[in-house]
């Protein structure tokens, strides 16, 4: 099983031999030099495992983990040192780490951590999915047969990546069936990003959608990231999808047809993997 993988380790040395391995066996390596470098990329790439090196200059490994565990309860982190001890490697167990090894790194021994914590991460997902179902269960509240048919298209709708439509009148809870059903989700500990597109002007959805480069237009003085991509492996629910201009929901269809956007202002392409709920 392929996966993203982060490696955070001041040095040059062990991210390209991390990265010769690991993409040796088909995983894809994001690398990070610093603590700070490190938590913008988990941040805004979602990594599926870290390799933390203990010992960098500035926010050391532990100060690292501490916040990696905030942003994800089940992200697997494997903490990489050359200067190991009992003491570190409690502390960094302690903390949510569920791995330590010592440099100079084996093969063996990175691609056995890669295959625990993969397994880890799915049992984990697992858990949180199971979780989800019984929160599902007292969110929406009710036992009519009407409320017993929406629990059970719920169920079926989460576990895919298909694209949802919730029809019904305005107060009658179709955000909290979105939420359920990302909740439900193997995407559950992704960002869950909600846009009402009725209380957005025209002359702006697009740029909050897709996002725009500085310049694109008068006011745009910084680059911003749109909806899209920062719902990125997770789920982005489009209340009042209908208020849309034709031309606007031309480009929502890209994104559901393609998995592609491109901020205003420029002609890159950017691959997205969200599931659109609407």
């Known amino acids: 099983m392929s996966a993203r993988i982060l490696v955070i380790d001041d040095e040059a040395a062990i991210r390209s031999a991390m990265r010769m391995i690991l993409e040796y066996e088909g995983h894809e390596v994001l690398e990070a030099a610093s603590g700070p470098e490190g938590l913008q990329v988990a941040q805004t790439e979602s990594p599926d495992l870290v390799f933390l090196d203990i010992k960098m ?45 010592e440099k100079p790194l ?37 036992d009519s047969p009407a409320i017993r048919a929406v629990l059970d298209q719920v169920r079926r709708a989460a576990p895919s990546s298909a694209t949802v439509l919730i ?13 359920a059903i ?49 719902a990125d492996r997770g789920t982005i629910f489009l ?12 480009k929502v269809l890209r994104v559901l047809q393609e998995g592609e956007v ?8 950017i691959k997205v993997d969200v599931r659109v709920i609407a």
């Open 57 to 101: 200059p500035g926010m050391d490994g532990l100060e690292v983990l501490t916040r990696l565990r905030a942003m994800s309860e089940t992200l697997p982190v494997v903490i990489i040192s050359a200067h190991g001890s009992a003491a570190s490697a409690l502390e960094a167990g302690r903390l949510g780490a569920y791995r330590f090894i």
């Open 106 to 142: 084996s093969k063996d021994y990175v691609i056995d951590a890669v295959r625990e914590g993969l397994e880890l991460a799915s049992l984990r997902h697992e858990n949180r999915a199971l979780r989800s179902a019984l929160e599902v269960r007292h969110e929406i509240v009710g």
């Open 167 to 179: 029809l019904g009148e305005s107060g009658v809870g179709k955000e909290l069936v979105a939420r």
């Open 182 to 230: 990302h909740r439900g989700s193997h995407r559950a500990r992704e960002r869950f990003i909600q846009v009402n597109c009725a209380a957005i002007p025209e002359d702006l959805i697009e740029s909050e959608l897709f996002g725009h480069e500085r310049g694109a237009f008068t006011g745009a003085t910084e680059r911003q990231i749109g909806k899209f991509e920062m």
């Open 239 to 250: 209340d009042e999808v209908g208020d849309m201009s034709p031309k606007t929901q031309a």
């Open 262 to 269: 491109e901020r205003l202002g420029s002609s890159r392409t």
